[in-house]
């Protein structure tokens, strides 16, 4: 149980020890523990939403010692491409003057827990919540392929999923706003239970500015992400706007729905860039293809540096 006491203890939520040890939960156990096994320990919903993502960083080692998170809760910071989705409830101040605030905190925790399944659904993160607001990441910690599709996917699911919670206020909406960048991640700011991973870049400004901009019950992107979402799904150009703390008007879209392409290969490739200075290499490859189709076996090796082909500079 000393494990487990030192582990809460590197979380700054020492208090929970001795719930923990009075539920015989050990540190094997944690990989197993739920939102809603935390919740019925009297864990509170931020507190709970910390743990599970402690536990996350643990990698579900169930030999890991406490001091494995503590230690990866201090990697150097790194650059990489993110996408950032942001996410309001619209007419939340609405609801807080017509509801009794007990009311109003159940409602708030049906729409945090529906963002949060949705989200890590579709393979995103939820970094903070935000009184009202949701703050989730696709491409961090973990990276998957085509995260900018994903946090789209997900976007569109939270505007039909929120509209479906059953509250005493009435049918909810939100606004969402997603945006694809470079960004510095993992820097730690803040100290004990508020202490998070900051991602830091034009990105999650430009997110929140689009999410501002959305209408209700709508999702907005920009240029890169549309790029890199190709022909998957049904857009509505909104042209260039104006965005606060931007020199430069940016190119938005809302999505309207999922497309039905032919074909996968199609949606993500509606444009590609010309080889330029590859004769040589063209012409092998076009007399190898003449001769698989006369049935005479041959294989050719494409190489390059990772990343070489990226979807986002196609012209």
Not at 127 to 138: E, K, T
Not at 152 to 176: D, F, H, I, N, S
Not at 234 to 257: H, I, M, N, S
Request: glycine residues 10%.
């Amino acid at each position: 149980m000393q494990q487990i006491a030192d582990w809460l203890k590197t979380l700054g939520m020492s208090e929970y020890a001795e719930c923990f040890a009075a539920n015989d939960i050990e540190i094997d156990i944690l990989p197993e523990l739920t939102d809603h096994d935390l919740e019925r320990l009297g864990v509170s919903l931020g507190h709970r939403r910390r743990i599970l993502r402690a536990i996350r960083e643990l990698g579900g080692s169930t030999t890991a010692a406490p001091q494995t998170a503590a230690a990866a809760s201090h990697d150097s910071a790194e650059r990489r491409q993110l996408t950032v989705m942001l996410c309001d409830l619209v007419g939340s101040t609405a609801l807080s003057v017509k509801l009794d605030p007990e009311d109003l905190r159940g409602i708030i925790a049906s729409y945090h827990r529906c963002c949060t399944e949705l989200v890590e659904r579709n393979g995103g993160f939820v970094a903070r919540y935000m009184g009202d607001g949701v703050l989730a990441y696709f491409g961090y910690p973990q990276a998957h392929e085509h995260d900018a599709e994903r946090a789209v996917r997900a976007g569109l699911a939270l505007v039909e999923g929120v509209q479906k919670l059953e509250t005493a206020g009435g049918p909810l909406q939100v606004r969402v706003g997603i945006a694809t960048g470079l960004v510095v991640v993992g820097d730690l700011i803040g100290t004990g239970t508020a202490q998070e991973q900051a991602v830091v870049g034009e990105t999650p400004n430009l997110a929140a500015r689009l999410q501002a901009l959305a209408e209700p019950g709508a999702v907005v992107i920009e240029s890169r992400t549309r790029r890199m979402t190709g022909g998957l799904f049904e857009y509505r150009d909104l042209g260039t706007v104006a965005l606060k703390g931007f020199a430069e008007d940016v190119p938005a879209w809302q999505v309207l729905c999922a497309d039905a392409t032919v074909s996968r290969f199609e949606a993500l490739h509606t444009t590609t860039t010309p080889l330029i200075g590859r004769d040589e290499e063209i012409d092998l490859l076009l007399r190898r293809w003449d001769q698989a189709k006369r049935g005479e076996g041959c294989v050719v090796l494409l190489s390059g540096e990772p990343a070489i082909y990226r979807p986002e500079t196609a012209s």
